[in-house]
């Protein structure tokens, strides 16, 4: 698939590292949750707070350990992110995973306080002992407590997560279309001009990249970065090349191979049709959420 559609960056980006405890600083953690015991509904708190979501507290001491983790992550990969942009991406992933954790309660799904020590001895054993793991947590900016705080909300947001997604089909709608990317107006309507001429399709989209001929492969709805183009390549009729559609990449004129009311997803645009239900449903639940910063 070329750069116009989505190569898509998930393990959603909510999806948790439940047994990364072996893994190295460039694996995100997972954000922090209530305690070892069946979280209590929220009360009012004396802890400093980096933010409240539906009067659960995220607390100023779970957001700063966060931000670390993830400056480290970027650090191990050569990245360097402003302090105030990767704050803000923190604390927006840490609303977010509050959000999912509070929609598997609504749901009620119930997790046993056993169930979460359970998971953290079996990390343990996978690390060889608690000795190692304590190290571990040590160095990611977690304390024992913090970390099963963090492992009851994951798991908990994981559940959620898998429950929205659990419905989506296997299969969809799917078009297989081909472009002709120029990077001016003027060569574009000459291009136009060629077509309506009779010259080739195809002739010319591997004449302007004989890399990959234009080639867009198959996709369904909501897969492209450009829905423009996606606009265009599900109203065209197979065979018949579109008008130019511009776009910040340049000046693209596609045309339709196939189509199919039932094509098998990809796992490439199975993984684009979660991100999207997922954010779909965080969209809605930050809407009907309070909260405060």
């Known amino acids: 698939m070329d750069t116009q559609t989505r190569l898509r960056f998930l393990a959603l980006s909510i999806i948790l590292t439940l047994t990364a405890c072996g893994a190295s600083q460039d694996a995100l953690t997972p954000t922090l949750a209530s305690a070892t015991q069946t979280p209590p509904p929220p009360t009012a708190t004396s802890v400093p707070a980096a933010a409240t979501v539906n009067g659960e507290v995220i607390s100023l001491e779970e957001f700063n350990a966060e931000l670390l983790r993830f400056q480290d992550a970027e650090s191990a990969l050569g990245k360097t992110i402003p302090v105030k942009e990767a704050g803000e991406r923190v604390l927006n992933d840490l609303i977010d995973q509050v959000l999912l954790a509070e929609g598997a309660r609504e749901a009620a799904y119930l997790l046993e306080d056993a169930e979460v020590e359970a998971r953290f001895d079996a990390l343990a054993e996978e690390v060889g002992g608690e000795e190692n793991l304590s190290t571990w947590l040590a160095s990611h900016h977690y304390t024992r407590d913090s970390f099963i705080q963090s492992l009851r909300r994951a798991i908990e947001a994981a559940w959620m997560r898998d429950n929205i997604l659990a419905n989506l089909p296997s299969t969809a709608e799917e078009v297989h279309a081909q472009q002709i990317l120029l990077y001016n107006r003027e060569t574009a309507e000459d291009v136009q001009s060629k077509l309506e001429a009779g010259t080739d399709f195809g002739d010319l989209a591997s004449a302007y990249d004989p890399k990959t001929n234009g080639e867009l492969g198959w996709f369904p709805r909501g897969y492209l970065l450009e829905p423009s ?45 979660q991100e999207e239900a997922l954010e779909n449903w965080l969209q809605k639940a930050r809407e009907t959420s309070k909260i405060e910063r």
């Open 229 to 273: 183009i996606e606009e265009a390549a599900f109203a065209l009729e197979i065979g018949v090349p579109s008008e130019i559609i511009e776009t910040e990449v340049g000046f693209h004129i596609i045309m339709v191979l196939g189509r199919e009311a039932e094509r098998p997803l990809s796992p490439d645009a199975l993984l684009a049709l």
